[in-house]
């Protein structure tokens, strides 16, 4: 059964950095875009960065960009978000979505899979 697994959240310092995972089975990466989105209690959920099929554009939402990178490794099956210089304004569940209606423009979405979510929480 396809689904999608995120891993890698966890307790850390402001300044510090993270690695988030989004490991896909059932399905192939190469057929959708996939974004990780932010959801904090209370504030509801925001998309924070997005990577296409094929070529591997990128999207990153302001509050993120340049702290946050995403990729992926085909042979693996997996996206990553590394996450630098982490303030308290990053702490959330983040969770990946495949998105099988286009690219990372926002336009016709059409999230099929997600993940469970892993918690990021930065604090002192």
């Known amino acids: 059964q396809a689904k999608l697994v995120e891993s890698g959240g966890g307790l850390v310092q402001p300044g510090g950095s993270l690695r988030l995972s989004c490991a896909a089975s059932g399905f192939g990466l190469e057929t959708s875009s996939i974004d990780w989105f932010q959801q904090v209690p209370g504030k509801g959920r925001e998309r924070v960065s997005c990577i296409t099929r094929g070529a591997g ?29 982490l303030k308290s304004d990053d702490t959330g569940v983040y969770y990946c979505a495949a998105d099988f209606g286009g690219g990372c423009s926002g336009e016709h979405d059409q999230y099929r899979y997600w993940g469970q979510g892993t918690q990021v929480t930065v604090s002192s």
């Open 57 to 85: 554009d990128t999207w990153y939402a302001d509050s993120v960009k340049g702290r946050f990178t995403i990729s992926r490794d085909n042979a693996k099956n997996t996206v990553y978000l590394q996450m630098n210089s």
